[in-house]
């Protein structure tokens, strides 16, 4: 039988969580604008960036790097999603900023593709 904590996380409910991680670390007046704290968020997403390309090394073209650890992955796409809640966390954007957001680029990114002239004639 399926129960409620077979249903995955909601962004919503990954963002509420991560600000309250942050109250417990002292960042209490929290989400807001904070450029600075917005700052340090985004240099530990770029690190993590770093790690995942690390977990699994087969685009290197050299052909001598064939590392390749799929739960060493997941955990770092993970760090880097958790990098991201920061980041709009200390950029007072809400979890339905965000997800609209997402929503309204992907869109435009398969309309783009399908009718590429179009942007051409607006150029
Ligand atoms: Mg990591």
Redesign the pocket.
């Known amino acids: 039988m399926m129960t409620m904590s077979d249903f995955p996380p909601t962004l919503t409910s990954l963002y509420q969580n991560q600000v309250e991680f942050q109250k417990l670390l002292g960042n209490i007046d929290i989400p807001k604008d904070d450029p600075n704290e917005m700052a340090h968020h985004l240099l530990g997403l770029v ?2 960036v770093g ?1 995942v390309s690390q977990a699994d090394k087969r685009w290197k073209k050299n052909k001598r790097n064939k590392h390749y650890n799929f739960q060493e992955k997941l ?2 796409i993970a ?1 880097c999603f958790i990098f991201l809640l920061n980041v709009c966390i200390y950029s007072d954007i809400t979890p339905w900023q965000i997800l609209n957001a997402i929503d309204h680029k992907i869109k435009e990114n398969k309309r783009r593709f399908k009718s590429p002239e179009k942007d051409e004639e607006q150029k």
Request: no cysteine.
């Open positions: 690190t993590e790690e955990d770092e760090d």
